[in-house]
């Protein structure tokens, strides 16, 4: 039986912003979303690894390439 926790967070400076994040660990797993795109979940093995993921997704939604 896994145990489910659900958590905010606050990810490392994203160009001059900080943004606001949710996220869980699930078994083993990290699984989470930006505060303001909450359809782009993302995961990683560690939390570390998922904060990486979110500044990517960030970036690429920021490029103009993602319309």
Do not use: C
């Amino acid at each position: 039986m896994s145990h489910h926790a659900q958590y905010e967070g606050v990810s490392r400076r994203i160009t001059t912003e900080r943004k606001k994040y949710v996220f869980r660990k699930d078994d083993d797993m990290w699984h989470g979303y930006l505060d303001e795109y909450p359809d782009y979940m993302t995961q990683g093995k560690t939390l570390e690894e998922l904060k990486e993921n979110l500044i990517d997704i960030f970036n690429e939604l920021n490029s103009g390439i993602i319309l």
